[in-house]
């Protein structure tokens, strides 16, 4: 996209399998991009999770937990709005997290 001319566009959820991890991450993000903090004025990353949120609307990279992602996609199953989706650290997820791979 940022070839293309259009970087500004995108508009990225990266899923992390737990609350801490979504927010520790996007806390490290925001440092090595030498922003503020997540969710402040001054920083496009942000993070969201059940009961803690920090972004905004110049927000353009949300680490959240699969919960999170899971709601969004219910309200939106288009997730209109959203160019790319990420899903970190696969590995940990658990087997209900893969059953879309799984054929019987």
């Known amino acids: 996209m940022i070839e293309s001319g259009c970087g500004g566009n995108c508009n990225i959820i990266c899923t992390q399998p737990r609350r801490i991890a979504a927010i520790s991450v996007a806390e490290r993000v925001a440092y090595e991009r030498c922003e503020s903090s997540p969710g402040s004025d001054g920083s496009l990353v942000g993070y969201h999770v059940r009961l ?9 990279l949300l680490f959240c937990t699969t919960g999170i992602l899971l709601r969004k996609i ?20 658990s087997l ?3 059953t879309s791979l799984h054929v019987d």
């Open 52 to 60: 803690d949120s920090a972004r905004n609307e110049r927000t353009k």
């Open 74 to 93: 219910a309200g939106d199953r288009n997730l209109t709005g959203i160019t790319h989706v990420i899903a970190d650290e696969v590995h940990e997820r």
């Open 96 to 98: 209900l997290s893969k």
